[in-house]
């Protein structure tokens, strides 16, 4: 009942700020929102992780509690600027090297990005800065900071794919641990006007 709880909460909480959002945009304001899997993975960040911090970083089978959705929207600001918001849903597994019973987690996220190309091309790639509130069943809730780095892709004026990849920073105080969240993702930009893959602006927003 209290993971119940806890799960209408954060999808009730990201659907009221992306309304909210939404429709306070005039004209100009140019939004992108997304679908997709995530995948969390402990074991770099864990202390009995002897070969380092980025040992066995990529190491998929062993390592990733990959499950879904991830749902994002983002909003461009100004030049390479822009905001995103995303909640995120996963069963953990894999605690590192541990076998745990299907933990639910659930992260609330929101960040700056800063598109380090320009937001004008088809590839987009960029870097992050943000936080978070994570909650994971039989653990204890907490805040965590982001950073990380991601990348759209446009296959069309409207449609695309987004990567990312993040590191969410907890303090050792509290029982949510550091970890990483990896994301993939259709994007879908909305009240596009532009022409040839630009927005109306001039500038492509994700």
């Not at 911090?53 to 929207?73: C, L, M, R, T």
């Not at 996963?90 to 937001?119: C, E, H, R, T, W």
Request: aromatic share 16%; charged share 15%.
């Amino acid at each position: 009942m209290k993971t119940t709880t806890k799960k209408s909460f954060l999808l009730l909480t990201f659907f009221c700020c992306l309304n909210f959002l939404l429709f306070s945009q005039n004209e100009n304001n140019k939004w992108v929102v997304g679908v997709g899997m995530n995948a969390v993975d402990y074991y770099p960040t864990n202390e009995d992780n002897m070969g380092g911090f980025f040992n066995e970083i990529s190491n998929a089978n062993d390592h990733w509690n990959i499950y879904g959705p991830k749902i994002q929207a983002a909003r461009f600001i100004r030049g390479k600027i822009n905001l995103g918001t995303s909640f995120s849903l996963n069963k953990i597994s894999k605690l590192g090297d541990i076998p745990v019973d299907n933990l639910m987690y659930y992260a609330l996220d929101a960040q700056v990005q800063y598109a380090f190309l320009g937001n004008e091309n088809k590839f987009v790639p960029y870097v992050f800065v943000g936080g978070g509130y994570n909650w994971v069943e039989d653990f204890n809730s907490a805040g965590t900071i982001d950073s990380g780095i991601g990348t759209n892709y446009w296959f069309s004026e409207k449609v695309g794919v987004n990567m990312q990849g993040a590191y969410k920073y907890n303090s050792p105080d509290y029982a949510i641990l550091s970890h990483f969240n990896y994301s993939l993702s259709v994007i879908f930009r909305l009240n596009s006007n532009g022409r040839s893959g630009w927005a109306g602006n001039g500038n492509r927003c994700f």
